[in-house]
């Protein structure tokens, strides 16, 4: 229980961690665009296409992990996760300007 525990909060700061990456990346080399809502939506997308992948392949996700736990039950906590920081980061995203020490959607 402790590992699976460790396993989806490893998942879930790694999400966090590059998201905040991607946005500090996109600003610092492409320009100030206020790319933090821009990336939330994207995530919010890339996890409604990932539980349409895990639905439609019903079968193939049922194969156990070597945690104990479903390939499915795995992708739709990493889904579940994206879609509440994507939603939250694309919602307010604006308001996080200072990121690593880069200000980031300052106009």
Known sequence: ????????AAIAISTYTGTLAIVYGLTRFVGDYCWAPRVGGVLVG????????VFAHG???QRMLRRGI???????????????WGTF???VGDFITPIWGLEVCSK
């Open 89 to 91: 980061v694309w919602a």
């Open 1 to 8: 229980m402790k590992i699976r525990l460790a396993t989806s």
């Open 70 to 84: 479903t390939l499915e039950k795995r992708m739709m906590q990493l889904c579940y996760f994206m879609s509440i």
């Open 59 to 61: 079968n193939r996700m």
């Open 46 to 53: 890339l996890a409604v296409f990932t539980q349409g992948i």
